[in-house]
């Protein structure tokens, strides 16, 4: 079964920078797509940004565009969430995710659409 583990997350100054990590397993990534969500108290679970496992294209929500950076090492099966100039605004659980792309190129950016998710990692930032 597909296992995703979150870890990196933790406390930091406005300014900034952290760096995610998921640890997949499980099965080859190869035709999937790698998510990462964000959820904060009383909001719904939001998309941050996407990395195609094949070649690792990204694709970001505008809020955090410019500022993070996905990307994957295959040979480790991890994807990662580098974090930088980060505000209090970006306080949240964030969580990994994964879909089966079934050879599509799209991104998808719906929550729903992730059947696999992992457990989720803190990030608070302060101001």
């Known amino acids: 079964q597909v296992q995703l583990v979150e870890s990196g997350g933790g406390l930091v100054q406005a300014g900034g920078s952290l760096r995610l990590s998921c640890a997949a397993s499980?099965?080859?990534?190869?035709?999937?797509?790698m998510g990462w969500f964000r959820q904060a108290p009383g909001k719904e679970r939001e998309f941050v940004a996407a990395?195609?496992?094949?070649?690792?294209?990204?694709s970001y929500a505008d809020s955090v565009k410019g500022r993070f950076t996905g990307s994957r090492d295959a040979a480790k099966n991890t994807v990662y969430l580098q974090m930088n100039s980060l505000e209090p605004e970006d306080t949240a659980v964030y969580y990994c995710?994964?879909?089966?792309?079934?050879?599509?190129?799209?991104?998808?950016?719906?929550?729903?659409?992730?059947?696999?998710w992992g457990q989720g990692t803190q990030v608070t930032v302060s101001a």
């Open positions: 990395i195609r496992w094949s070649d690792g294209g990204t």
């Open positions: 499980g099965r080859s990534f190869s035709m999937y797509t």
């Open positions: 995710a994964a879909r089966y792309d079934g050879g599509r190129r799209y991104f998808t950016r719906d929550k729903n659409s992730y059947g696999y």
